[in-house]
């Protein structure tokens, strides 16, 4: 049986890497950490786990692969000493996924801990870089953001359908935002409500644009990507609405779209486009990405939408996913779940 | 005193017109018709609604001035007697809102029961229509999302500064569907998710493209909108996010943008454009719409969020501002009220 | 006009009473202290606040009436100079509800800062005490379970129809919990989940033992209250279900106890018996408190369930009404306010 | 593989009962029936239960072992048969709960339609019952209700701790109320509000009656029980307060009260007792009951305070449970997964 750390136990996207790899048949949780709750055991700091009968420690104990659920910065200098004496990892947060560290530096504000692994790393949006993914010692986890998005618009941007000037809205329940307080998230300010918010800019934009320049078949005129998250008062999901005109001369119809977007995604253990515009609901617990492709044909633009678990695919499922390829497990090992509806 | 009518008191904006108009010094409901309530008392149909001892009819009492609050195509039917005898009407349904009965029969697929009346409706949004809905004998109140798409494009519109490329998506709550049932609205099914719906094209899209092209300085290039709604798991609001290029050469700030749209509304009662990103609940159960406008500089784009209470501003509220026009009272009697909050 | 200060304005209670305030036609809000946002208008701190245009001081203003919406210990503190110079004062806090000074330094943990000034303090549960509160300085405006409980229980107490023992299980929704920030109050932890808590003993129990034993008619049996209280996920609202066995050979039917209640209450306007069992959203904002008296035949006991709006009813509202007496307004002065429903 | 039937599988209890047999180790999904949806897929019908690929039918086809998720009156029907030729069957329904069809005809207002079986069927609380569900081959799963008071109250009762008068206040998810539509589930209605309902008596009662009674050490003086359900806003769970004061002289304390149900749930795979009060969000999705007995001293009473998600211990898991000991499986094959939170 395989040994697994986390690192950072304490947060939702550390606890839950924590319950899906319970569920997994090829690994244990052998060791977890959390700054703030050493000493506790992890049912202290999360009723709901008290089956994994662990102790939140300092330190990593020894583990034969580790994910890395801390917040940016700290997670870099965290993992470095780790991939150095070659232990595969999973890093959930941002350090990693932007491959320039003067952009990293831009809109995180700190100095990257690690720049030189930047190379190393593999940016895990599994769908896309799978092979990578395979041979990769450090994966660098995508965003909640960037997954539902980019997997929005891989297909078409791949494709060359549409014009490089892209809409990204994004709705998002308020797990997202994390464990730690704020007036923002607390219940009464925030339920029954919906807010905009990082409109002057989300550090989700540059890792969308990298990797969207990267699926471009011929990256001519400049890309331009409007990405505005919202808010919205539920406490898992994340809804992906993406427009792009469609184009020049492409009247592509919802059936060919439809046709495009199965065809690049045929296989995929966790990617369905549906027949119905789907909701976020459809994947409360799972690591399914369900998109559904259309045409506002009145003025030729693609519509898209994107539905995943925002703590899931959107973070721990993923991570499990990326982890399954680089131990030659079965892609979807611990994953094969129905989301819980209603 | 004036005595108020209110057609159809037994969905979610007839209800709310009883509220506010419970409120208001200057008029007083005397007679409310329901389709399957006749006979009982509002406050069996509304406990909410108690203290206002009225009784549901089947037909409208002598009054003085009359609300539509049914279903389109039944409304025209109900109102077009009463217009023809000059009683001032509002009608909150869509059968006067657009001009042309034939892209009325396209979008709502019956024939139009009063078309002859279309030419003297005014489009009921009042911060843009003032001074015709101070003349008018029938008002056509502005549907919800056209209501909070409309306010916060119309500065821009107008002031020149954005390409005719129009991106509108809007997050309701699930008032904004009515209390026909349904699984969709279905309390286990709608909480805890989002969703878009009526992808393929909603019936309130041809009104803001007809009241946008009214703005607009000069139209030569077609006018591309792109209107997207989604459901959120909340009873109230809808938060309208509105992209567009700005227009070739602008480089607009937002410190310009705020300015611009604060002169555009300047001395409105009831729209304010607010420092920082709003939020829905900051308009809970009151008449205001909550602008900030922005401006995505990286790729010249505008940004401007809205936020309204769909049964006010979006619904009874406006209907009430309309009413307050057209009889001669001040523009805010009976809406004068802060949002319910938190 | 009478000019009102509110000590603490930037809490749920203090910006509840600034909303009814503003809505009064007889006093106007002039002065309003905050701890943390001295200096900044009420806008910023509460946005919903923006007609009321004040700046939050450190101190209060010459004013006419005061209301404090400290914490306790706090509030005494402020209130006690107040009160000895003659100014009439509502107090929302916890601080005069209690007439022993042992006791509330039990239930509280501090030695009470003016005991010299309990006796002249009138517990303000208005349906009950409405005289001694048209005659006070110092009103101690009850908690927001003691007054869905004490109303429900009241009539039956009273009317000797029940043993003095009494199970009464509150169910409240997460504004009752204040502004301060915590985990148990972080929307993805609230949401969707009920909880029980302070199950060790709530301190709103003296409150509610107290002011039960001034309704007894002759109190030979010692008087048993447990009281429950419980979260559950909802901004605002309490549902307080109330069970005691009958006395003794009363075989009281549901037709007399409705009987029994209505007359107690016969022209409140706040409090209603309800013909069907009422839900918390029929109150929601505004000053009512709905009651459904029923019996369990079976076993001979007694089933009250009572709902309020826990900032209104529960303590701004109830304020307002309270001041209204103290200054010889109408009791329902700017508290006529159908609920806001859905 | 066994394989199993679902009857009526268009239910929320049917759909959970899919969810969980899909990730059981033992047993195969192969045939599922639903009234309406006959000639769908489940798949249209619960698009997050894709992976079963299932038709639903009108008619069970050859299974080894049978749930049946009918409402009452039609489960009795549709089973009656089935059991007549020896197939182990679960009812999920209210059929076979009670042991005395004159009873059952009271409450349920209807015939038995097969009273013959009542005596062979096993009142499946799996763990009250265990080895009489191991022999079973009718199980009758029990209602939400009566799990989540059942299991806070056995071992009081059975204890001999308590006197027999008993007031049950349950809280529960709106799910409970299942899939048809109402306006009391209408989202807009039942959001933000809690309310209790059945005031009159609700089916849950004569099944916690009967068991109750079951469990006393003897049954002298008449068993007095008081059983009171609210609907709270959210989707899943119940939480359970029961209350009932302490047999004369038992100066029970919190921790002996711990010892005790400590003991009496020593090794049950799904039963914790926990050193906090519950909350119903650490069992959403899984098996779990977490409970918490304590005494409010003062005047000599239990409280104990259960939490279930509705839908899985309520229902559907429980039925898995019972046919895990009914097949010979390891109890807890399938069912052992952490709640999803948050």
């Given at each position: 049986?395989?040994?697994?750390?986390?690192?950072?136990?304490?947060?939702?996207?550390?606890?839950?890497?924590?319950?899906?790899?319970?569920?997994?048949?090829?690994?244990?949780?052998?060791?977890?950490?959390?700054?703030?709750?050493?000493?506790?055991?992890?049912?202290?700091?999360?009723?709901?786990?008290?089956?994994?009968?662990?102790?939140?420690?300092?330190?990593?104990?020894?583990?034969?692969?580790?994910?890395?659920?801390?917040?940016?910065?700290?997670?870099?200098?965290?993992?470095?000493?780790?991939?150095?004496?070659?232990?595969?990892?999973?890093?959930?947060?941002?350090?990693?996924?932007?491959?320039?560290?003067?952009?990293?530096?831009?809109?995180?504000?700190?100095?990257?801990?690690?720049?030189?692994?930047?190379?190393?790393?593999?940016?895990?949006?599994?769908?896309?870089?799978?092979?990578?993914?395979?041979?990769?010692?450090?994966?660098?986890?995508?965003?909640?953001y960037p997954t539902g998005a980019l997997l929005a618009l891989a297909p078409a941007v791949k494709g060359g359908i549409i014009e490089?000037?892209?809409?990204?809205?994004?709705?998002?329940?308020?797990s997202g935002a994390g464990r730690s307080l704020g007036l923002t998230y607390h219940y009464a300010e925030a339920n029954e409500s919906?807010?905009?918010?990082?409109?002057?800019?989300?550090?989700?934009?540059?890792?969308?644009?990298?990797?969207?320049?990267?699926?471009?078949?011929?990256?001519?005129?400049?890309?331009?990507?409007?990405?505005?998250?919202?808010?919205?008062?539920?406490?898992?999901?994340?809804?992906?609405?993406?427009?792009?005109?469609?184009?020049?001369?492409?009247?592509?119809?919802?059936?060919?779209?439809?046709?495009?977007?199965?065809?690049?995604?045929?296989?995929?253990?966790?990617?369905?486009?549906?027949?119905?515009?789907?909701?976020?609901?459809?994947?409360?617990?799972?690591?399914?990405?369900?998109?559904?492709?259309?045409?506002?044909?009145?003025?030729?633009?693609?519509?898209?939408?994107?539905?995943?678990?925002?703590?899931?695919?959107?973070?721990?499922?993923?991570?499990?996913?990326?982890?399954?390829?680089?131990?030659?497990?079965?892609?979807?090992?611990?994953?094969?779940?129905?989301?819980?509806?209603?």
């Open positions: 049986m395989i040994r697994v750390g986390i690192i950072n136990v304490t947060g939702y996207a550390g606890a839950e890497l924590a319950r899906l790899l319970y569920m997994h048949p090829e690994v244990k949780v052998t060791s977890v950490t959390g700054r703030t709750a050493a000493g506790k055991t992890l049912a202290e700091v999360f009723p709901h786990l008290w089956p994994l009968d662990l102790k939140v420690g300092n330190e990593l104990d020894d583990v034969d692969f580790a994910f890395s659920a801390l917040p940016h910065g700290a997670s870099a200098e965290a993992v470095a000493p780790l991939v150095r004496k070659s232990l595969p990892v999973v890093d959930i947060s941002a350090d990693f996924r932007l491959t320039d560290a003067a952009e990293y530096q831009r809109w995180y504000d700190v100095d990257h801990p690690a720049p030189e692994l930047l190379a190393d790393a593999v940016y895990g949006l599994t769908e896309l870089k799978r092979s990578a993914v395979r041979q990769a010692r450090l994966v660098a986890n995508p965003g909640c490089p000037d892209v809409v990204i809205d994004a709705k998002s329940g308020i919906v807010a905009a918010y990082a409109m002057e800019g989300h550090r989700h934009l540059p890792e969308i644009v990298q990797e969207l320049e990267l699926l471009r078949p011929k990256a001519e005129a400049l890309l331009r990507v409007t990405f505005q998250p919202h808010l919205v008062p539920m406490t898992r999901g994340i809804l992906t609405t993406c427009y792009a005109p469609l184009a020049d001369g492409r009247a592509v119809t919802k059936a060919k779209l439809h046709e495009l977007y199965e065809e690049f995604y045929r296989d995929e253990p966790f990617v369905r486009v549906t027949a119905e515009p789907p909701q976020t609901k459809h994947t409360w617990g799972n690591n399914l990405c369900l998109l559904y492709p259309t045409v506002d044909s009145r003025v030729g633009r693609l519509v898209v939408v994107s539905c995943i678990d925002n703590l899931v695919k959107g973070a721990a499922g993923q991570a499990v996913q990326n982890m399954n390829l680089m131990l030659g497990f079965s892609e979807a090992a611990g994953l094969d779940l129905p989301a819980v509806y209603p």
